[in-house]
């Protein structure tokens, strides 16, 4: 059992950074490949990014990529979303999920969830 915690979201203006930030519970953070996705009003879940649990290698959503950087710090157990060059389009709730072996960019295949932080960009 994982239970997932965000945080680091808020308002910022279009051209702005965040840092969005998932602690997780348990011992065994590291057996666990991460992944974070967003939820715009009116739209479905989408990938962001995902990192593996063991190599740590990333993938990013083609809307991302160049802007955003996943990491993880086994020794916190926390996974973490750096976001450069903020659109308005980025606005949406950001969630942090978990699944054993490889990652993926599926939300199905994700076994774990957090509750999601809210992330608005201004034009």
């Known amino acids: 059992q994982v239970q997932l915690v965000e945080s680091g979201g808020g308002l910022v203006q279009a051209g702005g950074s965040l840092r969005l930030s998932c602690a997780a519970s348990?011992?065994?953070?590291?057996?666990?490949?991460m992944g974070w996705f967003r939820q715009a009003p009116g739209k479905e879940r989408e990938f962001v990014a995902t990192?593996?649990?063991?190599?740590?290698?990333?993938y990013y959503a083609d809307s991302v990529k160049g802007r955003f950087t996943i990491s993880r710090d086994n020794a916190k157990n926390t996974v973490y979303l750096q976001m450069f060059s903020l659109k308005p389009e980025d606005t949406a709730v950001y969630y942090c999920?978990?699944?054993?072996?490889?990652?993926?960019?599926?939300?199905?295949?994700?076994?774990?969830w957090g509750q999601g932080t809210q992330v608005t960009v201004s034009s």
């Open positions: 999920a978990a699944k054993m072996s490889i990652g993926s960019n599926r939300a199905r295949d994700y076994e774990y």
């Open positions: 348990g011992r065994t953070f590291s057996s666990y490949s």
């Open positions: 990192i593996r649990r063991s190599s740590g290698t990333t």
